[in-house]
């Protein structure tokens, strides 16, 4: 991408609206633009980063044997009346009429909806275990919209629903689930911690919050600080191992992890108390175990192995790509502006032409772009005529992991510089060695 021909609009100010530093970089480095309290647009840079989280988190739900699908985001309010919660859930849905005096919904969630297409369809245990996922935009009318798209009203949610024929089956769904998300956020660059959470009337153990740490987060958490080292599920793992995944699942719930909510002052006394972590933190997922609740009002429910109708047991298990991608500023950055993982890096490598109209200077970033182009790296060319200062903050803004910067003196010796963004170190080398560095 040639940055004279991409639309990316940098601010030189600091957005005087937002207090935290995610949201702060996010609007300099013109990632996003709010439309109206809590709704905002994700501009083309912004975009690419949201576009590289969600194929990580889609790549780990489809490890995890979970299957995508597509909902819409408008939903009939007779749904919900079936299950009781089109009263229950008070303010926070949206509730619009259609032309023929309808009652529609924009989902904040969809379970109701995701029980329905299982009911018209499944009716055989031989179909189970299932997990059916989609991406989608939510809305929530949250009382208090804030810190950018870390908490919006309309937001983007990873959302999957298990189906099984029973309790224990269900167990082994919520694990894998368990274990899709600790590698799912560790390749995003983040260290979560499962914490418990509330389980309401269902009782339990089977839910969990994953929580980042982080000074600007909105919960206050407790833990063991072990967790912050503790070994993440390998790319091998066997999701249909029953008893692997439950090793996985009894490791990671062996110490102790729980927010506010779920705060037990005396078992947190008893971790010794060089242990003890307490932090404020950022929720980015959660799962739950649910049972009945909603196959039973609804009526989805399967032939067992002995003849019978049983109500499906059910899970959900739900991600925030649009809060994932300020909570992953938030966990990196310096003074200078975001310093991506290159997991979910907008470009994989600036190219830094100092000096616009220079023939040495254009033959050579050209020569670079097309060479790092052609063996498919994402590589952004800034080929405008700003001031090299200008050029240099706008690359450190954005974050891109490496930058290669083409100045006339190196040039004149068959050489540019490599710089690399979260060390700042930079390194003098032939413009061979400095495409090969990338290729090889
Ligand atoms: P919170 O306590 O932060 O309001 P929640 O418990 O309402 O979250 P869930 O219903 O469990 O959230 O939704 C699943 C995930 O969706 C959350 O873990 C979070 O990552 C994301 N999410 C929820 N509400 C918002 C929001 N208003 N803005 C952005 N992401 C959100
Ligand atoms: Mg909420």
């Not at 995890?64 to 079936?82: C, D, K, N, R, V």
């Not at 000074?215 to 066997?238: A, N, Q, Y």
């Amino acid at each position: 991408m040639r940055l004279s021909r991409y639309f990316m609009p940098i601010l030189k100010e600091n957005p005087k609206e937002a207090e935290i530093v995610s949201h702060r970089l996010m609007l300099r480095a013109g990632m996003i633009r709010q439309q109206s309290q809590g709704i905002y647009s994700w501009l083309p840079l912004g975009k690419r980063v949201l576009d590289k989280v969600n194929a990580i988190i889609r790549d780990e739900q489809n490890r995890a044997g979970a299957i995508e699908l597509s909902m819409p985001t408008l939903q009939s309010a007779e749904l919900w009346q079936e299950s009781g919660r089109y009263d229950a859930y008070g303010k926070e849905m949206l509730r619009i009429k259609d032309r023929q005096d309808r009652p529609m919904l924009y989902g904040p969630t969809n379970e109701e909806m995701v029980t329905d297409i299982f009911r018209s369809s499944v009716k055989s245990y031989k179909d189970l275990p299932l997990n059916l996922y989609h991406i989608q935009l939510k809305f929530r009318d949250e009382i208090r919209p804030r810190f950018g798209t870390m908490r919006s009203r309309e937001f983007m949610m990873k959302d999957a629903y298990s189906f099984d024929l029973t309790r224990e089956a269900a167990e082994h769904s919520y694990n894998k689930m368990f274990a899709a998300y600790l590698r799912t956020f560790d390749r995003l660059g983040l260290r979560a911690i499962p914490m418990r959470a509330d389980t309401g009337p269902i009782g339990g153990k089977l839910s969990h919050e994953f929580i980042i740490l982080a000074d600007t987060g909105e919960s206050e958490v407790f833990c063991h600080k072990d967790f912050v080292d503790f070994d993440i599920p390998g790319e091998h793992t066997d999701f249909d191992n029953v008893e692997a995944l439950q090793a996985i699942f009894d490791k990671w719930t062996s110490l102790y992890a729980a927010t506010s909510e779920m705060h037990d002052e005396a078992a947190f006394n008893a971790v010794p108390e060089g242990d003890r972590l307490s932090a404020r933190g950022i929720e980015v997922g959660h799962i739950f175990y649910f049972g009945t609740k909603y196959s039973e009002p609804m009526g989805a429910k399967v032939q067992g192995p002995d003849g019978k109708e049983h109500f499906v047991h059910m899970g959900s298990y739900g991600i925030g790509p649009t809060r994932l991608v300020p909570a992953i500023i938030e966990a990196s950055h310096d003074d200078n502006g975001i310093i991506w993982p290159a997991s979910v890096a907008p470009f994989d490598i600036v190219v830094i032409n100092m000096k616009a109209g220079d023939q040495a200077c254009d033959d050579t970033c050209e020569l670079i772009y097309a060479a790092l182009s052609k063996a498919g790296k994402d590589v952004l060319y800034d080929d405008t005529d700003d001031r090299a200062g200008t050029k240099f903050a706008t690359a450190d803004l954005i974050g891109v992991p490496a930058q290669i910067i083409a100045g006339p003196r190196a040039v004149a010796n068959g050489e540019v510089e490599v710089k690399d963004r979260k060390t700042g170190a930079r390194e003098t080398m032939t413009i061979e060695a400095a495409i090969n560095r990338f290729v090889a």
